[in-house]
T-cell receptor, first 112, second 113 residues
């Protein structure tokens, strides 16, 4: 079973708008990571947030983590057509030898 | 895709043949991973290795084998025992097993007919 599940599965917005993606997970974590994947390519790490952190920023990205609700959100501000990609959350579960567990992703389309 | 190479990008094989996918990294990372991705899905862990000459099964290891004879290299063999081998295969590495981001290669798309 997958630890992280993203919502929505697909999101279509206009350039300049903000995009918000959510991730829910089931067990305690050490950290949660967000990755981006352009079609047919490898994944690129975006941001890592540790379990004792609540919010983190990187450029136009803002990630929040609510461990009480076992959820995280990724906000991309002022989106660009080049942000079109799939976005995955991945959890590093406490006490697990499973490594990272990836969700099924959100497909973001930014229309010019 | 920085520092991790996978070859070839596309691979075609006949059913019943074993095939080996290459993964090399020059990041001096201890940990390496193999994932499988099916259309519209997330990544599923096949095998991982924390150190040379050691590797562990992931969630879907059946029909696959790996070796880790060198720190830089972690080849994956898809055997004829894998029931549905057509997929996109991704190799990744990280500094250590947990707590760090993973760096991914560009992937190999395997088609078995």
């Amino acid at each position: 079973s997958q630890q992280g599940e993203e919502d929505p599965q697909a999101l279509s917005i206009q350039e300049g708008e903000n995009a918000t993606m959510n991730c829910s997970y089931k067990t305690s974590i050490n950290n949660l990571q967000w990755y981006r994947q352009n079609s047919g390519r490898g994944l690129v790490h975006l941001i890592l947030i540790r379990s004792n952190e609540r919010e983190k920023h990187s450029g136009r990205l803002r990630v929040t983590l609510d461990t009480s609700k076992k959820s995280s959100s990724l906000l991309i501000t002022a989106s660009r057509a080049a942000d079109t990609a799939s976005y995955f959350c991945a959890t590093d579960a406490t006490g697990s030898a499973r490594q990272l567990t990836f969700g099924s992703g959100t497909q973001l389309t930014v229309l010019p | 895709d920085g520092g991790i190479t996978q070859s070839p990008k596309y691979l075609f094989r006949k059913e019943g043949q074993n095939v080996t996918l290459s993964c090399e990294q020059n990041l001096n990372h201890d940990a390496m991973y193999w994932y499988r991705q099916d259309p519209g899905q997330g990544l599923r862990l096949i095998y991982y290795s924390q150190i040379v000459n050691d590797f562990q099964k992931g969630d879907i290891a059946e029909g696959y084998s790996v070796s880790r004879e060198k720190k830089e290299s972690f080849p994956l063999t898809v055997t004829s025992a894998q029931k549905n081998p057509t997929a996109f295969y991704l190799c990744a590495s990280s500094i250590a097993r947990t707590g760090y981001e993973q760096y991914f290669g560009p992937g190999t798309r395997l088609t078995v007919t």
